[in-house]
């Protein structure tokens, strides 16, 4: 542990927001602090956390919702995270990370820990070091970690892996978009949430989920697909509410557990590939091999004596 | 532009009663076009919110408008904000509708660099490049 | 058919000749918004049914101007927008332009006033008496209107989430002249929903907002018939950076709902709705502009008769003020502002304004100083006396371009109220960033094109000098704010406390209920109670609008 390493862990310990953003940025950024920090982490803080993924279209209302589900967990007395997530442009890397703007009410609030972070050249809907991100947050002493994604269509499958929890945020109106989700999300997601549901056309929708989600509610006699208007603050509590007993159900009978070992299986992967890609990349013009993609795959990894 | 480090990452906000939004806006979106990862925190927010913002963020730099003619009262303040929560290695830039003999009075109570309107973009986006960068070279160093 | 035969002959001739030997400057030409301008507008791109499409000034659909005579009878209204620091500065060059020759007061309110917070609110630091006239309480409505006969002239006041209020101390000050609410002439912009797509004052969300707008719809078609009672805006929403038809379609779209909305409250359509008055934006391309006036005239005036039903004439004439485009002045060689304006101000007479404001050269640099002003006002004296358009009625009428334009932004704007309309209305696409998003990318558009260069802005990014003169510059005196707190308090200290809280209590039990908020704020406002104070128990009741 370097000086470095050692000052920003005291911080995350005092809950000091400088030190909890120059951590984020560091393994972020994958610095020479990164990996010290990160084996150095309170397990315990970690284990404890409920993270909970917020995907869905955009226009649904998932900024709104989130900072309802902010509001009341500061209520309750909570310490929260949020890691908000924007697209990076494919073609200039950079990104407007704008959710933050739904946000602002709890700036100056400092059990709110907010970090909005870009998907930096990632497919799957959330950036890589998500999952350290999580971790800072918890280590820092956040009870609760809401992630909200970027949402478009099948890509969001980075957050079941990484969420404890995944809610789905669905609106009135979305009818084509939630034909192309079947085959995906919806599955996996744990819960729906029908927002704007005082607009026309929630009933019917709340039906159609209600079809897809009934073998799950039965399973866990929780109500899985609920009914919000985040504008007006209706529906919080009972989402709420039915998040928690889903967490004790899941904790309870070893489904959290499994999902997480399935979750840091998955990261160590990623990380594997991002750590590697840049070597790769550099050893690929010495391949003798120019023309057939497996063909060179299979020798770059023979070149790193991987077999 | 960051080909080979990580993008830069800096905070647009507007500070006060000011509404109008459509330059700091277009700012945000060149930045963005430019490789900047941008946390836009939108109009009528106060010194503290921005100060918080950033800090929490961990941008490299600041960028505030203003229109309405608050900038000598609240340009400063968002500096002083910065400094109270640790951040005072994090450069301020302010631009919108103020005055030549403005400029220096601001440079003096702690702000980077001053755009008055007209001034190209590019320019604009230089300066927060360069300010990202130094940013980063003093962090290195620490 | 002969046309277009000579005209084919002329492009393979003349047109060819030409053009073989040198291009034209550009290899496309087009608005903002991406509309191609033709080389040549020719007779047969305009529907020729005169009476149908284009009728008689003063006669549906209005498309030549509201009025028979339009300024051979009367000039349109000179009405310079001002107000700065305190009441009793803003009194003094109210006074100054009224002996100038100004027909009409307009009042600028600083931000604090203008989003509901006292001078002494910890939001309000730095911004009192900033953009405008800081209002607290009725006293500095008193010092504002000192000595100028209100039965005399008309005031518009660019008041809109708090309008409900400076109409109730704007009544009570009339009150004490001895002047009744009945005789008031003038305008309260009261246009909430620009405000969350352009302007950014908005206090409370959409919904409790439109109910204070009908609120006032209804007291003032009974007590104030002379007022209007709301002025649906396009200038905003054009500054924000939207196209000409954008201007048009969301302004529209806006007043759609302000009538919609108002009808659902039980008023008649031909009760109120000659009291709605518009604004818009006078650009600088200037036959874009004409065009588009007349298009918002027309497209108005059939929405009204169609889907509204009105039948009284009134109610389908479109009247509007306009103001030339603040964001088209330069900080840079700021004399060449005036040309601007003038070219600007040529437009919205020419598209039959019934009331303009024109800019100042320094605006881009500060709040205007009393020479900027008096030339600001001296263009449209100009334009009016020796220029000789105000001479003949709709002198561009017939012309194949602008006819041809004219019907192209009426059909663009249609097509995009439509699209409003099917996404769920207005307030649907405030919520969801629709409207937003169109203004952000037209701004956006607009801008990559001046950063370019391919659109030049003279002096700003072609035809620059190295030295630039440094004018005189108003500046607001720091002790303003000071001044002001104290003035607050003052008449906090002096007024009769109980009965403002009493007043304010009445207010709140009012608001959560259903009834017209007009006569409780009225009677707060006349026991002093300030802005924050009440803005402060609406706050409370309705929320607060967060982007």
């Known amino acids: 542990m370097t000086p470095k390493s050692n000052a920003l862990l005291a911080g995350l310990k005092n809950h000091d927001p400088r030190a909890i953003g120059r951590a984020i940025s560091a393994v972020e950024n994958n610095t020479a602090e990164a990996a010290a920090l990160l084996s150095a982490l309170d397990r315990d803080l970690i284990d404890n956390v409920l993270v909970l993924g917020i995907t869905g279209p955009p226009g649904a209302g998932k900024s709104t919702l989130t900072s309802s589900l902010i509001r009341r967990l500061r209520e309750q007395k909570k310490r929260v995270g949020i890691i908000a997530v924007d697209p990076s442009s494919p073609i200039s890397g950079g990104a407007i990370l704008g959710d933050r703007i739904r946000m602002m009410e709890h700036a100056l609030d400092p059990d709110v820990v907010v970090r909005s972070m870009a998907t930096r050249g990632r497919l799957g809907g959330l950036c890589a070091s998500a999952g350290a991100a999580v971790r800072i947050m918890a280590a820092s002493g956040c009870e609760v970690i809401l992630i909200e994604t970027v949402g478009v269509g099948q890509s969001e499958m980075d957050i079941v892996r990484l969420a404890d929890i995944t809610l789905m945020v669905l609106a009135p109106g979305f009818g084509d978009d939630i034909q192309a989700m079947k085959a995906g999300l919806l599955e996996v997601a744990d819960f729906l949430v029908v927002n704007k549901s005082d607009m026309a056309g929630a009933e019917a929708l709340c039906m159609d989920m209600e079809q897809i989600f009934s073998a799950k509610e039965e399973e866990s006699e929780i109500k899985r697909v609920l009914q919000t208007v ?11 509410d039915s998040v928690d007993r889903f967490a004790h159900y899941i904790t309870a009978n070893g489904i959290k557990e499994k999902r997480r070992d399935k979750a840091l299986d998955a990261e160590t992967i990623d990380w594997v590939i991002e750590m590697l890609r840049p070597k790769f990349i550099q050893t690929m013009t010495e391949c003798s091999e120019k023309s057939d993609p497996r063909v060179r795959a299979q020798e770059l990894i023979n070149t790193f004596k991987l077999q | 532009m960051t080909t080979q480090q990580t993008p830069y990452r800096v905070l647009i906000g507007k500070p006060g009663l000011d509404g109008h939004d459509r ?17 836009y925190t939108g109009i009528r927010r106060t010194a503290a919110e921005i100060a918080a913002t950033a800090i929490q963020e961990d941008v490299d730099v600041v960028g505030l408008s203003s229109l309405s003619g608050a900038h000598l009262r609240l340009f400063p303040e968002v500096v002083r904000e910065l400094k109270d929560r640790g951040g005072a290695d994090i450069p301020v830039l302010g631009g919108g509708v103020i005055p030549d003999e403005d400029i220096e009075l601001l440079l003096k109570e702690g702000l980077n660099a001053i755009f008055t309107s007209g001034t190209p973009a590019d320019t604009i986006i230089q300066s927060f490049t360069t300010a990202s960068q130094q940013h980063r070279d003093h962090d290195a160093q620490k | 058919m002969s046309t277009n035969k000579k005209h084919s002959d002329w492009q393979e001739n003349e047109l060819s000749t030409s053009l073989n030997r040198f291009p034209e400057r550009k290899e496309e030409f087009t608005l903002h918004g991406d509309t191609e301008i033709p080389r040549l507008a020719l007779p047969e791109n305009i529907n020729d049914d005169y009476l149908e499409h284009l009728g008689f000034p003063g006669q549906y659909p209005y498309t030549r101007g509201v009025q028979p005579t339009m300024y051979r009878g009367r000039f ?77 002239i008309s005031t518009s006041m660019t008041i809109n989430s708090p309008a409900i209020v400076l109409l109730a101390m704007y009544i009570v000050v009339a009150e004490k002249q001895g002047v009744p609410a009945d005789k008031l002439r003038g305008t309260i912009q009261n246009d909430v ?25 209804q007291w ?21 950076g939207s196209t000409a038809a954008q201007e048009v379609a969301f302004t529209l779209a806006n007043g759609i709902t302000y009538v919609q909305t108002a009808i659902e409250a039980g008023l008649e359509v031909d009760h109120f709705a000659k009291r709605l008055a518009f604004f818009f934006n006078a650009s600088s391309n200037l036959l874009e502009e004409i065009a588009k006036f007349r298009a918002a005239r027309r497209l108005w005036a059939r929405i009204m008769k169609n889907r509204f039903e009105a039948k009284t004439p009134a109610s389908m004439m479109m009247r509007f003020h306009a103001q030339t485009a603040g964001s088209s002045l330069a900080a840079k060689q700021i004399d060449n502002n005036i040309v601007r304006v003038t070219i600007q101000a040529l437009a919205a007479v020419l598209g039959g304004t019934q009331s303009l404001h024109t800019n100042s050269r320094d605006e881009a640099l500060s709040l205007p100083t009393e020479d900027s002003v008096r030339t600001a006002l001296r263009t449209q004296q100009i334009i009016a006396h020796e220029s000789g358009v105000a001479d003949t009625v709709d002198p561009f009428a017939g012309s194949y371009y602008i006819e041809q334009l004219t019907d192209a932004i009426e059909l663009a704007a249609e097509e995009l109220i439509a699209k409003i309309e099917q996404s769920g209305g207005v307030v649907a696409c405030i919520e969801d960033g629709f409207i937003k998003r169109q203004i952000e990318q037209a701004a956006y558009d607009y801008q990559k094109q001046i950063e370019s260069g391919e659109r030049v802005i003279v002096g700003v990014n072609a035809f620059q000098i190295d030295e630039e003169e440094k004018p005189e510059l108003l500046r607001v005196d720091p002790m303003v704010e000071e001044a002001q707190v104290n003035s607050l308090q003052n008449v906090r200290k002096q007024r009769d406390e109980p009965e403002v809280q009493s007043r304010l209590a009445a207010l709140k039990e009012t608001a959560e209920s259903d009834t017209n908020l007009m006569e409780p704020i009225i009677d707060a406002v006349r026991a002093y109670a300030s802005i924050g104070e009440i803005c402060s128990v609406l706050r409370g009741i309705f929320g607060e609008y967060r982007d």
């Open chain 3, 220 to 240: 003032c078609s009974s007590n104030m018939p002379l007022f209007n009672t709301i002025s649906i805006s396009g200038y905003h929403i054009r500054e924000a």
């Open chain 1, 230 to 240: 985040a504008t007006e603050n209706m529906g919080i509590s009972t989402l709420l």
């Open chain 3, 76 to 152: 349109w209204t000179m009405r310079q927008y001002a107000g700065f620091s305190t009441a009793s500065e803003s009194n003094k060059r109210y006074r100054y332009l009224l002996d100038q020759g100004t027909t009409g007061l307009s009042v600028a309110f600083d931000l604090p006033t203008q989003i509901g917070y006292d001078s002494d609110d910890p939001m309000s630091l730095g911004e009192v008496g900033k953009v405008g006239v800081a209002i607290d309480t009725l006293a500095d409505m008193e010092a504002l209107f000192a000595d100028i006969p209100l039965d005399k």
């Open chain 2, 23 to 39: 330059g700091a806006k277009f700012i945000a979106r060149a930045l963005r076009d430019e490789g900047f990862e941008v946390i």
């Open chain 3, 193 to 217: 929903l620009k405000e969350y797509v352009a302007r950014g004052t908005y206090i409370f969300p959409p919904k409790p907002s439109l109910g204070l707008i009908t609120d006032i719809f």
